[in-house]
């Protein structure tokens, strides 16, 4: 299997800001710097200059070449790079380029949503589909769930929420993450400097049922999954009462495509984790201090499932989720929670101020572990540095010394993903071995980018958000594969990600994924049948294919899809760059 990687010249696919970095990387045999051009749309040469070799890349095997057109700042679209005979795909230079990213990376939770029927007026009839899992034959529906047997004796309405990825599965624990970052997305323009105080987020800006309802179009999204992970909460009065229940899925996998509402399988509840509940209890304590201010008894519901759900845990710590628990849905399993116990506890502190979660969160080891921006970067199973982060962004009662301290913590983890991306050919913020390339890790790429951008925001000082928005153009196009990794975005761009619900590669009645569904991305493990049989011996960066079939390349995941949505609210605060 050889794959069509285009043009050697290597670009952002979809643009640059105008006073933002321009970097290009050249796939070449030579060692000894070439000619570049940078071209209008009408082929007028605009800028040119020397490229610099820079050997063989670890994360591609390919000898390349860098190019910085940074100092071009003229706005236009349908530009083009050339060198050693070869001319990238086109781009724009603009201070709107990522605007619309931001709406469309959101809209796709939207989409994703169960136990509603989606309605095609808002986005685009392909994906109309009536409510899934709404207690309608041939499946039973999320309204009056069992448990696994021998797990409980009771049943729970769990409807709602979002379909985690390609499956039908409901997990508390990826679902948190990704609750967490929306909502994040919505703190930060609240709190920093270039967010405009959140109206590029605010009522109406997406396309929802709930646009015209005063309330910020991305809490009436997070609302969704919230009402959801509250609803997992083990009910007073039965064992475990306040942990909430790991996932809610098939009793069997089902094959692809499968529509929600024609899914034929059980659905059961599985076991209650302490995962799962700390989760609950830090995206729960978010909601009480962020949606104060638009439904105040949503909010105190919110408060109270956080305190009660963080005590569950602390008296059942160590109920981990069966890592073998995964037929018909993943098993999510995560055998050290210490780091969701120091987010949880930050999260409850910020909204309570209550000096108990801040003696938890000090005696945390995750406190003072200067690792908690390690290079691979954080996600669902590893969550320290979500505390972190908003310990240092959100206004507290945080005592001055410590809270300067955990600032300069964001701003050396920033430092350590700069020294990265000046190793890596294709200028991201992730190391080169197959070790960084793993199962979703486009999403660690981007929160890695999240963490220079919480840097910039701390500090003001431009080489971190430069580093950030270089970050994405490795996944728009300027990578091994010539590759966006963002349906609908840039010449060559990921459309067959697997998926039950949008299965056109399948069945061409169906539509591909709408445009803002981020892939998992390159994955060196090769942990689908599919990727095994074509990829073997990959390097790195081409570790993937665009085809429905492979998983572990190429699904889409809400927690992947929060990890853009909230780059990329930060990238189109920074039009003027
Ligand atoms: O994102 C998850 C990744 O970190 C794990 O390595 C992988 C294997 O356990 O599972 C991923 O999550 C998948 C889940 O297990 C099932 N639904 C689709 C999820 C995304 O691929």
């Known amino acids: 299997y050889v794959p069509d990687t285009g043009p050697r010249v290597r670009v952002n696919q979809v643009g640059y800001l105008p006073a933002g970095p321009k970097n290009a990387t050249i796939v070449t045999e030579a060692t000894t710097p070439l000619g570049w051009q940078l071209k209008s749309a009408a082929g007028a040469v605009v800028a040119s200059g020397q490229t610099t070799p820079r050997g063989v890349d670890a994360a591609s095997a390919q000898n390349t070449h860098s190019v910085d057109f940074s100092a071009y700042r003229t706005p236009g679209s349908g530009y083009t790079l050339s060198a050693d005979g070869e001319t990238s795909h086109p781009f724009d230079i603009s201070t709107d380029v990522w605007k619309q990213l931001?709406?469309?990376?959101?809209?796709?939770?939207?989409?994703?949503?169960?136990g509603i029927a989606i309605d095609g007026d808002l986005v685009g009839a392909e994906y109309a589909r009536p409510a899934g899992h709404l207690g309608v034959a041939p499946n039973k529906g999320d309204t009056d769930?069992?448990?696994?047997?021998?797990?409980?004796?009771?049943?729970?309405?769990?409807?709602?929420?979002?379909?985690?990825?390609?499956?039908?599965?409901?997990?508390?624990?990826?679902?948190?993450?990704?609750?967490?970052?929306?909502?994040?997305?919505?703190?930060?323009?609240?709190?920093?400097?270039?967010?405009?105080?959140g109206a590029a987020l605010g009522d109406g800006t997406l396309r929802l049922p709930e646009r015209a309802n005063q309330v910020p179009?991305?809490?009436?999204?997070?609302?969704?999954?919230?009402?959801?992970?509250?609803?997992?909460?083990?009910?007073?009065?039965?064992?475990?009462?306040?942990?909430?229940?790991?996932?809610?899925?098939?009793?069997?996998?089902?094959?692809?495509?499968?529509?929600?509402?024609?899914?034929?399988?059980?659905?059961?509840?599985?076991?209650?984790?302490?995962?799962?509940?700390?989760?609950?209890?830090?995206?729960?304590?978010?909601?009480?201090?962020?949606?104060?201010?638009?439904?105040?008894?949503?909010?105190?519901?919110c408060r109270t499932a956080a305190t009660t759900a963080y005590a569950a845990a602390k008296a059942n710590p160590t109920r981990y989720a069966d890592p073998q628990d995964g037929n018909g849905g993943g098993s999510y399993s995560d055998g050290d929670v210490s780091d969701e116990f120091y987010w949880a506890a930050a999260e409850l502190y910020l909204s309570t101020g209550t000096q108990s979660y801040l003696d938890d969160l000090t005696a945390s080891p995750h406190?003072?572990?200067?690792?908690?921006?390690?290079?691979?970067?954080?996600?669902?199973?590893?969550?320290?540095?979500?505390?972190?982060?908003?310990?240092?962004?959100?206004?507290?009662g945080l005592p001055v010394l410590d809270r300067d301290r955990l600032r300069a913590s964001v701003v050396s983890g920033a430092d350590g993903y700069l020294t990265t991306a000046?190793?890596?050919?294709?200028?991201?913020?992730?190391?080169?071995?197959?070790?960084?390339?793993?199962?979703?890790?486009?999403?660690?790429?981007?929160?890695?980018?999240?963490?220079?951008?919480t840097a910039f925001d701390l500090t003001g000082v431009a080489r971190y958000r430069d580093a950030a928005v270089q970050a994405m153009d490795y996944i728009f196009g300027r990578n091994a594969l010539n590759q966006s990794y963002v349906t609908g975005w840039g010449e060559n761009a990921s459309e067959n990600q697997h998926s039950r619900i949008f299965g056109n590669q399948y069945d061409e009645s169906l539509p591909n994924p709408p445009a803002g569904s981020i892939a998992g991305g390159a994955n060196a493990s090769l942990d689908d049948p599919l990727a095994e049989e074509l990829l073997e011996g990959c390097a790195p960066q081409f570790c993937y294919v665009d085809d429905i079939a492979s998983?572990?390349?190429?699904?889409?995941?809400?927690?992947?899809?929060?990890?853009?949505?909230?780059?990329?609210?930060?990238?189109?605060?920074?039009?003027?760059?």
């Open 102 to 114: 931001r709406s469309d990376s959101l809209q796709f939770f939207y989409i994703q949503r169960s």
């Open 145 to 197: 769930v069992p448990c696994q047997p021998g797990v409980c004796d009771y049943r729970l309405d769990v409807r709602g929420g979002w379909y985690d990825a390609g499956d039908h599965g409901k997990y508390v624990v990826n679902g948190g993450i990704a609750t967490y970052q929306l909502l994040n997305a919505f703190e930060r323009t609240k709190t920093a400097a270039t967010g405009g105080g």
């Open 217 to 301: 179009d991305i809490l009436d999204e997070a609302r969704w999954e919230l009402e959801f992970l509250l609803r997992m909460q083990v009910p007073a009065g039965k064992p475990l009462a306040g942990m909430a229940h790991h996932k809610i899925h098939d009793r069997n996998w089902t094959g692809l495509p499968l529509q929600p509402e024609d899914d034929p399988e059980l659905r059961e509840l599985h076991p209650p984790s302490t995962a799962a509940t700390l989760n609950l209890a830090a995206t729960a304590a978010q909601c009480a201090r962020l949606y104060a201010p638009y439904d105040a008894a949503f909010a105190t519901r």
């Open 367 to 396: 406190h003072t572990d200067d690792g908690v921006f390690a290079p691979n970067g954080f996600g669902w199973g590893s969550t320290a540095a979500l505390g972190r982060l908003d310990l240092a962004t959100v206004p507290s």
């Open 422 to 453: 000046q190793t890596q050919a294709y200028g991201l913020p992730m190391p080169g071995n197959p070790g960084s390339y793993f199962w979703g890790a486009n999403s660690n790429i981007i929160n890695n980018a999240v963490v220079l951008a």
């Open 551 to 577: 998983y572990s390349t190429n699904e889409v995941a809400v927690n992947w899809n929060s990890a853009l949505a909230w780059i990329a609210s930060f990238l189109a605060d920074q039009g003027g760059a």
